[in-house]
């Protein structure tokens, strides 16, 4: 019996560690959804949405993501998928500042994959509310972007639809502005070549050239902005980029107390009751019964531990996911076998009548 019972707590563990892993079956570069459909949101409020990519190719691939207005960030703007392999990211929508009505935002997607060098992934839906005249007012100042060339322009401008903040600079410039939407493949062309005529990498929308130099993001051009109607140098701006938003940081005393009030739980309590009770019938003395029992606990708080840290997102990142995510199916596939024929054994025995020797 004593055998058996530190068998169960390996498997336990193997169990607990290991089973939300699964095996992505497919081809090629494939999104588990290739648009985000939202529907009826509230205004104020953060909103998430996980998307997966499997890289089903023989090459690994690097992704890149672009989100087209501050109200759109990402976990991770730049990753690597491996060769068969998976990543999972998450996309973040904050409507604080959103018009109420409909609306449609996009996040280029960029790859070092000649089957997809760049994509759109499209955010739709509606901020609940009055809907009358915002989504007017969101397409009063870009429609009549349909430019493929600048003008003589001091300003040209390079924007996704449905950017709320764009529409704003746009409506509130005080000079003529060349408007320029990227989603035109030609336009998105035009402006990577006129960065990296300057050795700069896209890296944030909207875009706005001042006299041919070029700033990206809105924080960075709203200064260079104000920089030029003041009449100051526009050396001293450089881009820099919004944080992103995120879930609320826990302080430690918050997840020390939910760990506490997890741990005095009534599952864990009768768990161990039933383990040690178990194992009095079974005729085990005080220091066996004690050994099972911290063993037990000692899983647990282990188990426990390693999801606080982020187990389970290291090994989805593995570089050989598919591999590994096969050999622990397999594995426990066999642990699972060995211990159904350790419980028929044990069956007999007790039938026979020799359950003292278990």
């Not at 604080?96 to 996040?107: A, L, S, V």
């Not at 990227?182 to 300057?198: D, F, G, P």
């Not at 389970?312 to 594995?331: D, G, M, P, T, Y």
């Not at 069956?347 to 278990?358: A, M, R």
Request: with cysteine; aromatic share 14%.
């Amino acid at each position: 019996m004593e055998k058996n019972n530190y068998q169960f707590l390996i498997l336990f563990t193997v169990f607990l560690l290991f089973f939300p892993l699964g095996v992505f079956a497919g081809s090629g570069i494939i999104f588990d959804v290739t648009e985000w459909n939202t529907g009826l949101l509230d205004s104020g409020s953060v909103f998430e949405k996980d998307v997966s990519v499997a890289n089903n190719t023989a090459d690994n691939i690097q992704f890149h993501l672009l989100p087209g207005c501050g109200c759109l960030t990402v976990s991770e703007e730049t990753f690597l998928v491996n060769a068969g392999s998976q990543k999972t990211f998450t996309i973040y929508f904050d409507t604080t500042d959103e018009d109420f009505g409909p609306f449609e935002k996009y996040i280029i997607i960029r790859t070092n994959s000649e089957t997809l060098k760049k994509g759109l992934f499209a955010v739709k839906g509606s901020i609940a509310d009055n809907l009358t005249g915002s989504s007017d007012e969101k397409k009063s100042s870009n429609e009549d972007a349909v430019d493929t060339e600048p003008s003589n322009s001091k300003f040209e401008y390079y924007y996704l639809p449905g950017c709320k903040s764009c529409a704003h600079f746009l409506s509130n410039i005080k000079y003529p502005v060349d408007k320029f939407d990227i989603t035109n493949s030609e336009v998105y062309e035009k402006l990577q070549k006129r960065l990296s005529e300057q050795d700069i990498e896209l890296n944030e929308v909207p875009v706005l050239f001042i006299n041919g130099k070029p700033f990206q993001g809105e924080k960075t051009i709203n200064n260079a902005y104000q920089a030029f109607c003041e009449g100051s140098s526009l050396d001293s701006i450089t881009n820099t980029k919004p944080e992103k938003t995120t879930a609320s940081t826990l302080s430690g005393f918050s997840v020390a107390l939910a760990g506490l009030l997890d741990g005095v739980n009534p599952c864990a309590f009768t768990t161990l009751i039933f383990l040690i009770s178990a194992l009095s019938v079974a005729g085990r003395n005080r220091r066996g019964i004690f050994t099972v029992g911290l063993f037990y606990t000692l899983t647990v708080f282990v188990t426990y531990f390693l999801i606080g840290l982020g187990f389970f997102k290291i090994i989805r990142l593995a570089e050989s996911f598919s591999l590994v995510s096969s050999i622990i199916r397999w594995l426990l596939f066999a642990v699972l076998l060995l211990f159904a024929a350790l419980s028929f054994y044990d069956f007999q025995k007790v039938v026979s009548g020799n359950s003292h020797n278990i």
